[in-house]
């Protein structure tokens, strides 16, 4: 059974940094096009950070680049997103997604057919 488990939301204050994981069972997280998301109150999902290792492609939407990270670890099957310099404006629920069965780098919410609970991200100024 896929399932993809996030954890390590928070409040944290501007400046301030946090690193979300999200752990995946039942698929090979480097095997396929793996995500972060986020979406706050009222506005639509947006693609965050993405990786498809098979590929060695990498993709940072201009908002967070330089200031967020995605790795993996496959020992422990687990996808991560360090977030560093945060600010107000990343406040959002953060969601890890998987699209399986593709063999690219996918940017897009609807190209993602497994997605985790999400996660709180909030961020004080």
């Known amino acids: 059974q896929v399932q993809l488990v996030e954890s390590g939301g928070g409040s944290v204050q501007a400046g301030g940094s946090l690193r979300l994981s999200c752990a995946a069972s039942g698929f090979i997280v480097s095997s396929y096009s793996v995500a972060w998301f986020r979406q706050a109150p009222g506005k639509e999902r947006e693609g965050v950070a993405a990786?498809?290792?098979?590929?060695?492609?990498?993709y940072y939407a201009d908002s967070v680049k330089g200031r967020f990270a995605i790795s993996q670890d496959n020992a422990k099957n687990t996808l991560y997103l360090q977030m560093n310099s945060l600010k107000p404006e990343d406040t959002a629920m953060y969601y890890c997604a998987a699209r399986l069965g593709l063999g690219y780098l996918a940017l897009h919410p609807y190209e993602y057919n497994r997605w985790g609970q999400g996660t709180q991200v909030t961020v004080s100024s």
């Open positions: 990786i498809y290792t098979r590929g060695g492609t990498t």
